[in-house]
C-alpha cells in the first residue's frame, strides 16, 4: 500500500510542520482537507491545550463547598462534553482567523508557507465562510452554558481578535495567547456557580504564565525566520536566558494554582492532598522541560511543547481524586 506521507507530498497536499499519518487523511474526502488543516484537526495538542484551563476550572469550580446531595466536588460531565466540542470548535476557528490575518507572513516562513492559504489551497473567501461555520458550532456550545457564562465567554472574543496582530508591535504575544487561551479558567467557574471569584483570578493568572512559558517553547522553533521577516516573540526575546524566563514563568503558574486551590479550600469545601500532590507532579514535569530544553533544537522544541498536554492531565486528575477523598470523607470538611 503507498505510503501516506508520500502521496501527500507528490500531490502537493502535505503541511509541512504537520504530521502526514493522521485520521483526518484516512477518514476525510481529499476535498476536505485543505480546511482539516486549517483547523489543524491533524494536530489536536492546540485544543487540548485550549481545553485544560476549563477542566481545571470545572473541576475545581464545584470543591468551593462541602460535599452534600447538591455539590459533590466532581466536575459535570455535561461542561466537560461541552468544553471539550467548545474547544475543538473555537480552536479551529482561532487558527483559521489567525491564517487569514498572516498568510502573507506565513508565505515567507519555511515552516508555514505549505499551509492552505499561502500555498493557495484554499480561497480567502472559502476560509472566511469555514471560520463562520466553526464560530457557529462554538457559539452552539456557549449557549447551553448560564447567562453570565455566556457573557463572559461572548468577551473572550476581543482577546482572540487581537492577538495575531501582537507579533508585529510587541515582544510578548505570548501574553495575548495566554490571554485567550486561559480564559477557560474563567468560563469553568462561572459555568458552575454564575459568578467569578478570586480563586477563578488566579487559576486564570497561573493558567497564562503556564501558556507564555509552553509558547516560548514552540516559537523557538521559528526564531531564525521570525528575525528575516520582522516577526517578534518571548523566544527572540529571551534567547539564551530562555531557561531562567521558563523557570520564573513555571513557578509563577504553580504558586498561582497553589494560590487558587487555597481560596477555593476557604469556605468549608475545597481540594484536598492529592490536587496538591498533583501540582507538586505537575511542578516536576514542568522542571523537567526546563533541564531538557535545546533551544536550537526545533524537533525536540516541538516535543516539549506537546508535553504540555500530559501537565494539563496531571493537574485536572489531582482535583477529579481530591473530590473523590473529599466524598469518601465528608465529616472531615
Request: hydrophobic share 50%.
Amino acid at each position: 500500500m503507498q505510503n501516506w506521507s508520500d502521496r501527500m507530498v507528490h500531490s502537493g497536499e502535505r503541511v509541512a510542520d504537520a504530521p502526514s499519518y493522521n485520521w483526518v487523511y484516512r477518514a476525510l474526502p481529499r476535498v476536505l482537507w485543505p480546511y482539516a488543516q486549517l483547523a489543524r484537526w491533524d494536530r489536536p495538542i492546540g485544543w487540548q491545550l485550549l481545553m485544560w484551563p476549563c477542566w481545571w476550572s470545572a473541576a475545581l469550580a464545584p470543591q468551593w463547598a462541602a460535599p452534600s446531595a447538591v455539590h459533590t466536588g466532581l466536575p459535570s460531565l455535561w461542561h466537560l462534553a461541552l468544553f471539550l466540542i467548545g474547544a475543538i470548535a473555537m480552536r479551529g476557528a482561532g487558527c483559521t482567523y489567525n491564517d487569514l490575518v498572516d498568510h502573507k507572513v506565513d508565505a515567507q516562513v519555511a515552516r508555514t508557507r505549505s499551509r492552505p492559504l499561502p500555498s493557495g489551497r484554499v480561497s480567502r473567501g472559502r476560509a472566511k465562510m469555514f471560520l463562520v461555520l466553526q464560530s457557529l458550532a462554538g457559539l452552539a456550545v456557549l449557549l447551553q452554558f448560564n447567562l453570565f457564562a455566556v457573557g463572559l465567554g461572548i468577551l473572550s472574543l476581543a482577546t482572540v481578535a487581537i492577538y495575531p496582530f501582537l507579533k508585529r508591535v510587541t515582544d510578548w504575544p505570548q501574553l495575548g495567547l495566554g490571554l485567550a487561551f486561559s480564559w477557560g479558567a474563567l468560563m469553568g467557574w462561572a459555568a458552575y456557580w454564575g459568578s467569578l471569584s478570586l480563586a477563578a483570578l488566579a487559576l486564570y493568572a497561573g493558567s497564562i504564565l503556564w501558556t507564555i512559558g509552553y509558547d516560548t517553547i514552540y516559537a523557538h522553533q521559528d526564531r531564525e525566520d521570525d528575525a528575516l521577516v520582522g516577526v517578534r516573540s518571548t523566544a527572540r526575546l529571551f534567547g539564551e536566558r530562555t531557561k531562567p524566563a521558563l523557570a520564573i514563568l513555571y513557578l509563577g503558574a504553580i504558586l498561582c494554582f497553589a494560590t487558587a486551590f487555597a481560596l477555593t479550600g476557604a469556605g468549608s469545601g475545597g481540594p484536598t492532598w492529592p490536587a496538591y500532590a498533583g501540582l507538586a507532579i505537575g511542578a516536576g514535569q514542568m522542571i523537567w522541560q526546563i533541564r531538557t530544553l535545546d533551544i536550537d533544537d526545533g524537533e525536540q522544541c516541538l516535543k516539549l511543547f506537546k508535553s504540555n498536554a500530559l501537565f494539563g492531565w496531571i493537574i485536572f486528575l489531582g482535583l477529579v481524586f481530591s473530590a473523590l477523598w473529599m466524598l469518601s470523607f465528608p465529616f472531615a470538611y
